[in-house]
């Protein structure tokens, strides 16, 4: 059961993942399977959707290649789908690479020379790109143009290069790290919040159409409610619930094989896991409510901070269980109700 937990929490590490190859290359693949394929199959977001349909609607009548996008949120909200889906509707390649994956200025040279015409450039954790990539990021952007560095030291010199007119989709969970002139050089920029418990009931319904099983409605809401208004989540849950239905039900995904399931997996009422609930214990427990700075609070819980900042913070704040203030991160009175505490009194350290 614990290695099972484990493989639930770890499946919002999305880079981490990676060593648990086997059974994520499964996910992944199943994951990849209920990607929607066009804008008006993805669910939710309704502005960005419509504010994006309306970019590449003109780009195709003009018929030239869309601004620059930037996509920016928690992790598992749709941002690779999006890249995909504005690649797809308008009919052209797509090239996925991350900013971690570029190591120098030349690798991202190598890229943005070989693009085709109108090629979609996806890239992931665009804010951990090395500065000298950015900043040939931002003339490739701007210019459409690179300048290739010939020979070494003091006998270099740079070729410039002209590239055919190309996009690049830029994902971060994390737009505040992306130095201004980088933002400034995206056309369109667009936030992806959370989704309410109806969208991803939508969501559900439609994975469950696409994986062929019954979802009683009871079902599909109670994972909504408990999916931390996120499709991925969502997604993952509702293979969690056909596996407990397939094996210890009669294969229906009924409201109790989706209580099962999620008791199982330790899910809570509020949709929190191993690590959200870690935040929260160390908060309330350790540090009496806090306020506590993030790196502290990161090894109270044994991550990373950006981990603790990017993949536990947005919902916890967003639930109203966490607070952040300029002297670190506070617990709120609904994180101690929520994990059955006495909430301390409001005279003491924490709200005075
Ligand atoms: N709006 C949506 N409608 C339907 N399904 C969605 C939607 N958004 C995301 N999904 C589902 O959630 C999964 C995760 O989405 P995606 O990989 O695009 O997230 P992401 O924001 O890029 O996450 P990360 O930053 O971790 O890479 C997808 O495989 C897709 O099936």
Same mark, same amino acid.
């Given at each position: 059961?614990?290695?099972?937990?484990?493989?639930?929490?770890?499946?919002?590490?999305?880079?981490?993942?990676?060593?648990?190859?086997?059974?994520?290359?499964?996910?992944?693949?199943?994951?990849?399977?209920?990607?929607?394929?066009?804008?008006?199959?993805?669910?939710?977001?309704?502005?960005?959707?419509?504010?994006?349909?309306?970019?590449?609607?003109?780009?195709?009548?003009?018929?030239?290649?869309?601004?620059?996008?930037?996509?920016?949120?928690?992790?598992?909200?749709?941002?690779?789908?999006?890249?995909? %889906?504005?690649?797809?509707?308008?009919?052209?390649?797509?090239?996925?690479?991350?900013?971690?994956? %570029?190591?120098?200025?030349?690798?991202?040279?190598?890229?943005?020379?070989?693009?085709?015409?109108? /090629?979609?450039?996806?890239?992931?954790?665009?804010?951990?790109?090395?500065?000298?990539?950015?900043?040939?990021? !931002?003339?490739?952007?701007?210019?459409?143009?690179?300048?290739?560095?010939?020979?070494?030291?003091?006998?270099?010199? #740079?070729?410039?290069?002209?590239?055919?007119?190309?996009?690049?989709?830029?994902?971060?969970?994390?737009?505040?790290? $992306?130095?201004?002139?980088?933002?400034?050089?995206?056309?369109? &920029?667009?936030? $992806?919040?959370? !989704?309410?418990?109806?969208?991803?009931?939508?969501?559900?319904?439609?994975?469950?159409?696409?994986?062929?099983?019954?979802?009683?409605?009871?079902?599909?809401?109670?994972? #909504?409610?408990?999916?931390?208004?996120?499709?991925?989540?969502?997604?993952?849950?509702?293979?969690?619930?056909?596996?407990?239905?397939?094996?210890?039900?009669?294969?229906?995904?009924?409201?109790? #094989?989706?209580?099962?399931?999620?008791?199982? !997996? /330790?899910?809570? =009422?509020?949709?929190?896991?191993?690590?959200?609930?870690?935040?929260?214990?160390?908060?309330?427990?350790?540090?009496? =409510?806090?306020?506590?700075?993030?790196?502290?609070?990161?090894?109270?819980?044994?991550? /990373?901070?950006?981990?603790?900042?990017?993949?536990? /913070?947005?919902?916890?704040?967003?639930?109203?269980?966490?607070?952040?203030?300029?002297? =670190?991160?506070?617990?709120?009175?609904?994180?101690?109700?929520?994990?059955?505490?006495?909430?301390?009194?409001?005279?003491? &350290? $924490?709200?005075?």
């Amino acid at each position: 059961m614990a290695d099972e937990h484990e493989e639930l929490v770890t499946e919002r590490f999305a880079a981490e993942s990676l060593v648990q190859s086997g059974a994520d290359d499964l996910e992944r693949a199943a994951e990849a399977a209920l990607r929607p394929r066009r804008l008006e199959e993805f669910v939710g977001q309704r502005v960005v959707r419509d504010q994006l349909s309306l970019v590449l609607d003109a780009a195709r009548n003009r018929g030239k290649a869309p601004d620059h996008v930037l996509l920016s949120g928690p992790p598992g909200l749709g941002k690779t789908t999006l890249a995909m %889906i504005i690649a797809a509707e308008m009919g052209a390649p797509l090239r996925v690479t991350s900013g971690p994956a %570029i190591q120098h200025a030349g690798d991202l040279a190598a890229v943005l020379s070989s693009l085709e015409e109108g /090629e979609v450039l996806f890239l992931d954790e665009i804010h951990r790109l090395a500065r000298p990539a950015e900043e040939l990021l !931002y003339m490739a952007m701007e210019d459409f143009r690179v300048d290739v560095i010939v020979g070494k030291g003091a006998g270099a010199s #740079a070729i410039p290069l002209t590239l055919p007119p190309f996009t690049v989709v830029g994902a971060t969970t994390r737009a505040g790290l $992306l130095p201004a002139p980088l933002r400034d050089r995206f056309g369109f &920029t667009a936030h $992806l919040d959370f !989704y309410a418990a109806d969208e991803l009931e939508r969501v559900l319904v439609r994975s469950a159409g696409l994986l062929g099983v019954p979802l009683d409605p009871a079902a599909a809401a109670e994972l #909504a409610s408990r999916s931390r208004g996120t499709p991925r989540i969502a997604n993952r849950l509702l293979r969690r619930v056909r596996d407990w239905a397939e094996v210890r039900g009669d294969g229906t995904l009924s409201l109790v #094989a989706a209580r099962s399931a999620l008791d199982v !997996y /330790e899910v809570d =009422g509020l949709g929190l896991d191993r690590l959200d609930r870690a935040v929260l214990t160390a908060l309330c427990t350790r540090f009496g =409510g806090g306020p506590v700075g993030l790196t502290t609070l990161a090894v109270a819980v044994g991550e /990373e901070p950006e981990t603790v900042e990017t993949v536990a /913070e947005p919902f916890l704040v967003r639930e109203g269980l966490v607070g952040r203030t300029p002297r =670190g991160r506070v617990a709120l009175p609904a994180a101690w109700t929520h994990l059955g505490l006495e909430v301390p009194h409001p005279s003491g &350290t $924490l709200f005075g």
